[in-house]
């Protein structure tokens, strides 16, 4: 038990749609990172939020945008969806930088038809 | 380029063997963070280990153990007594310098334990 929340759990989206993917942190952790987990591979870093402005980003195009509330709750938005968008995303809530232990959610398995 | 390998995908076992994960990382940076997580069927990460690039020293927990050896950019994991709950996805990881915000992930190794 991480203390990390995502919502839904399982999501079907159409192509060209846009999704809204929920995470929350009962310990109050100060950044939240987003990562994709594509089947049979390992996550590939999205983008972090520290202090509710975007910390760094990985290699996704900008229709992959999130936020983060004064709570440190988050949420990533995925715009006109494309079917390799389909996979398991998972956020990351932790204190400061990766170096420091990052608590993970269960995820949320997004497929696109 | 910064990079983790992990060459094994899938891993059988029979119950009480013993088992090594291996993980080999690239990276240039003098100071860097190596991880193991397993990911069970229900998905979350669950944190196991993290060591920092100046500490050579073998750890034990329990049943698991990790050996890092900087000379060949390794650090392997070894579960001990193998038990069919330890049946998961086993993920290596890296992180670079002290305010580096991401997690490079190796492609994980399948870990299957047999009764």
């Known amino acids: 038990e991480t203390g990390v929340t995502q919502s839904p759990t399982h999501l079907i989206k159409t192509r060209g749609q846009q999704v809204t993917l929920r995470c929350s942190s009962q310990s109050g952790h100060n950044t939240v990172s987003w990562y994709q987990q594509a089947l049979g591979q390992g996550p590939q870093f999205i983008f972090q939020y520290y202090r509710e402005e975007e910390n760094g980003r990985g290699n996704f195009p900008p229709r992959f945008s999130g936020l983060q509330f004064p709570n440190y709750s988050s949420e990533l938005n995925v715009n006109a969806l494309e079917l390799d968008d389909s996979a398991l995303y998972l956020c990351?809530?932790?204190?400061?930088?990766?170096?420091?232990?990052?608590?993970f959610g269960a995820g949320t398995r997004l497929s696109v038809l | 380029a910064q990079k983790v390998t992990q060459a094994q995908t899938e891993i059988s076992v029979v119950e009480k063997e013993d088992v090594t994960l291996d993980c080999v990382y690239e990276t240039r940076d003098t100071t860097y963070y190596l991880f193991w997580y397993k990911q069970p069927p229900s998905g979350e990460l669950v944190f196991l280990i993290r060591?920092?690039?100046?500490?050579?020293q073998n750890e034990i927990s329990g049943r698991y153990s990790w050996n890092f050896q900087k000379s060949t950019s390794s650090f392997n994991f070894t579960i001990t007594a193998s038990q069919v709950v330890d049946s998961a996805v086993y993920f290596c990881a890296l992180s670079l310098g002290d305010s580096s915000y991401k997690l490079i992930f190796g492609s994980g190794t399948r870990l299957l334990v047999r009764p």
């Open positions: 060591r920092n690039s100046f500490d050579e």
């Open positions: 990351a809530c932790g204190e400061g930088a990766a170096k420091n232990i990052q608590y």
